[in-house]
Every structure is written in C-alpha cells, then in structure tokens.
T-cell receptor
Framework: KQEVTQIPAALSVPEGENLVLNCSFT??????LQWFRQDPGKGLTSLLL?????REQTSGRLNASLDKSSGRSTLYIAASQPGDSATYLC??????????FGAGTRLFVKA | DAGVIQSPRHEVTEMGQEVTLRCKPI?????LFWYRQTMMRGLELLIY????????DSGMPEDRFSAKMPNASFSTLKIQPSEPRDSAVYFC?????????????FGDGTRLSIL
C-alpha cells in the first residue's frame, strides 16, 4: 500500500530565502509524482508533474526532482516571496486512477 | 477554460438532513474524482468516474454516501442522512482521460458543516 509522507509539516522562512520541501513514498512503482499548491479556502493547483521516466521538472522559480529508487521527491523554491505562502502537497499516482496525497507542508514566507 | 465548478461553496445543515454537492468538470475531461479533505485524514479519494461510469467507489465511507454522473458535464455527491462526522471540505477534480500524465484539476471545494 502506497504511503506518502511530507517533511516538514510546517516551515517559516524570511523572504528571499531558497527552500526545499521533501516528499517520500513507499512504493516506487509510480506513474508520476505531482506537486500541488493549496491556498486557504481554495482547491489544489497543480504546480509540477514529473513522469516516472523523468528526473526533474522546472517552472519559473520552482524545481521538482524525482528519485524513484529512493522513493523521494523534492520541491525547490528559489528566492521565496510572501506570495508563496500556502500549503504544498505532493501526490503519487500509482497506476489506474489511484493518486495518494501527502499531508502537506504549510509554508509561511515572512516579508 | 472555466475550470472545475463546484456548488455550493458552503453548506451548513442539521444532522439527518440530505446534502447534495454538485460538480461541473472541465469540458473535454472524461475522468472525474470526488475527494474529501479533513485535518485528521488529509485528502481521500471517495469515488472515480470514467466516461460517466463509476469505476471504483471503494472510498465511499458508508451507504449514506452516493454519487452520480448523469452526463459528461455534471456530477453529484449525496449524503443521506448526514452526520456531524461528515463535516469536511469536499473537492471535485477532473482530468483528460487516457493519459495518466495529465494533471488533475480541482474545484474550490464545498465546505460542509453538519450540526
């Protein structure tokens, strides 16, 4: 059974700092690994999707990496801004329609 | 692209009442998902439809929960009778069918409170 864990549960950083969010999964047989952002009272917004054959994906200040063999993914945020404050969730798509979500990392970027 | 549309955004009702949540997926997306999010259990998949057909409802917690998708542009999640432990945020998501490497698109959710 796939389990997805995110560390840390919460993170507070000053504006401008580079940061890394961690995601681990127990079953390496995944189709893809997806990172989402959730703002308070809102749904999830897809940030990056890394296919199982890929090692990383980049979008602007965001870079996500995937290491299937170790069951890990990281989301790197460069030059953080207060607008980056949100909860970030990773999700492992394990085949068929099953997507298993982590509990999320709540990020606060101080101005 | 209008995105996934859910209604109502908020619902407060008394225990025992029937609750109906609605979802309009993105046009052209033939896969539809209903999720429930709580602090204790995080985000859980309740049911998944493909081309309007329920594929797996193993995540539906009890017989009190039912979901339908009468056509490609509309789905409902019904709880009857509702209980306080059903209080949560319910999300609908859709995805283009046939490609698992397409992201799911989420609606803004329905925040349900059962008193």
């Amino acid at each position: 059974k796939q389990e997805v864990t995110q560390i840390p549960a919460a993170l507070s950083v000053p504006e401008g700092e580079n940061l890394v969010l961690n995601c681990s999964f127990t079953d390496s047989a995944i189709y893809n690994l997806q990172w989402f952002r959730q703002d308070p009272g809102k749904g999830l917004t897809s940030l990056l999707l890394i296919q199982s054959s890929q090692r990383e994906q980049t979008s602007g200040r965001l870079n996500a990496s995937l290491d299937k063999s170790s069951g890990r993914s990281t989301l790197y945020i460069a030059a953080s801004q207060p607008g980056d404050s949100a909860t970030y969730l990773c999700a492992a798509h394990t085949g068929g329609f099953k997507t298993i979500f982590g509990a999320g990392t709540r990020l606060f970027v101080k101005a | 692209d209008a995105g996934v549309i859910q209604s109502p955004r908020h619902e407060v009702t008394e225990m025992g009442q029937e609750v109906t949540l609605r979802c309009k997926p993105i046009s052209g997306h033939n896969s539809l998902f209903w999720y429930r999010q709580t602090m204790m259990r995080g985000l859980e998949l309740l049911i998944y439809f493909n081309n309007n057909v329920p594929i797996d409802d193993s995540g539906m917690p009890e017989d009190r929960f039912s979901a339908k998708m009468p056509n490609a542009s509309f789905s409902t999640l019904k709880i009857q009778p509702s209980e306080p432990r059903d209080s949560a945020v319910y999300f609908c998501a859709s995805r283009r069918t046939g490609d698992y490497n397409q992201p799911q698109h989420f609606g803004d959710g329905t925040r349900l409170s059962i008193l």
